[in-house]
């Protein structure tokens, strides 16, 4: 097992990824410029594991940086790339930052992993890419699209990957995320947003007091409660899905598309119900007009990851919505308490 390389080591999903990744032998050398994240979450890992990690700070956008690090770290074997910019919102207002960020800092990657003869690699991508789908539950072969700029970002990084890995003979497993939710059974790490944009770190947020009710984005859409409906993932289990990646990259050769997800959809008001069991006491929710760019359903099929490599969810509804709370009630101000 040689060091595997870890962009944007320190945020949410490359926490808890760590954290698997250390329990099943790998050594780690950590990468991030902390602009979403804090280096306590990579003290928190090291706490959990009892294992130290390597880290350096550094920013994808800067490829002398990058170089150093491989250089400095010659036992390097493998990547997983978490390094991204992800808020949607965000990318509409601020598409250029999106795309020197995202597409920037992946083609600095590349270029380095091509000069240092570094050939695999896991891609943290997202279900955002099948945009609006046809159909669901959505399958990997279904056409790509994108809504927005990070949707945009997300696909370039595939599609640079993909030719990278034709021409240079690289192993590549692109992971496409559904909705990442929950945190570590220890309530040590967990998601740290500084605003929350997605339902859950929102929901947990008003559970705690900290704010006053959720919005409900609309209530009108063609589902089963007029709520919007997602494959919500636990974080746990999405790690786990990058160590089976590795694992599986040293067999299996060539460029390979995974989707991540439970096949299973929740609607917003779902959500809430759980989450309201959980903390004890009702969320206050109101309805508010849809937003733009939503869609109305999508989950995915998780067959092709169960068939090819060993994975599938373990985690139900309620072990993310009480790892949630946990990680919430144990720290209120996430990673600045
Ligand atoms: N929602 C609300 N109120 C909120 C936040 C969200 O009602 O305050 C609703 C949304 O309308 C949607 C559902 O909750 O129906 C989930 O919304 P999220 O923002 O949590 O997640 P999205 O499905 O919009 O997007 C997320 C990530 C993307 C990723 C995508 C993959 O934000 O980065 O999942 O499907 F690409």
């Known amino acids: 097992m040689g060091k595997i390389l870890i962009t944007g080591g320190a945020g949410y999903i490359a ?14 050398v950590l990468l991030d410029n902390f602009c979403n ?19 350096y700070e550094a920013d994808l956008k800067d490829i002398d940086a990058l170089r150093k690090v491989f250089e400095a770290e010659p036992e390097i074997t493998g990547v997983i790339h978490f390094g991204a910019l992800k808020a949607v919102g965000e990318s509409v207002e601020k598409p250029l930052m999106y795309y020197e960020n995202n597409i920037t800092g992946s083609l600095n990657l ?11 690699l896991v891609f943290s991508s997202s279900a955002t890419v099948y945009g609006d789908p046809a159909s669901v539950p959505v399958k990997e072969d279904f056409p790509t699209q994108a809504t927005n700029p990070y949707g945009q970002t997300k696909l370039m990084m595939e599609q ?18 559904f909705n990442p939710v929950g945190a570590h059974d220890s309530g040590r790490i967990g ?26 984005f609309g209530n009108d859409w063609d589902t089963p409660d007029g ?62 007009p849809r937003r733009a760019g939503d869609i109305a359903t999508v989950y995915g099929d998780p067959a092709l990851a169960s068939a090819e490599l060993g994975w599938s969810a373990e985690l139900g509804l309620d072990e993310m919505v009480a790892s949630a709370w946990k990680w919430q009630s144990m720290n209120p101000k996430g990673y600045r308490g």
């Open 110 to 120: 590349y270029k380095v992993m091509g000069e240092t003869g570094v050939k695999q």
């Open 37 to 55: 994240s804090s280096m306590e979450s990579v003290r928190r890992v090291e706490e959990l594991t009892g294992k130290k990690v390597t880290f």
């Open 227 to 288: 709520t919007g409906v997602r494959d919500y993932i636990h974080v746990v289990d999405l790690a786990k899905a990058h160590v089976k990646a590795l694992a599986k990259l040293a067999e299996k050769g060539g460029v390979s598309i995974y989707n991540i997800g439970t096949g299973k959809g929740y609607s917003v008001l779902e959500m809430i119900e759980a989450f309201s069991k959980v903390c004890g006491h009702q969320i206050p929710y109101e309805f508010a």
């Open 191 to 216: 998601e740290d947003p500084e605003y929350p944009n997605n339902l859950l770190p929102f929901v947990s947020q008003v559970a705690a007091g900290i704010r006053e009710k959720v919005m409900v």
């Open 160 to 177: 640079i990957l993909i030719d990278a890995a034709k021409a240079l003979g690289w192993d590549v497993t692109i992971l496409r995320y």
């Open 15 to 28: 926490s808890h990824t760590n954290v698997e990744l250390i329990e099943a032998g790998y050594e780690l």
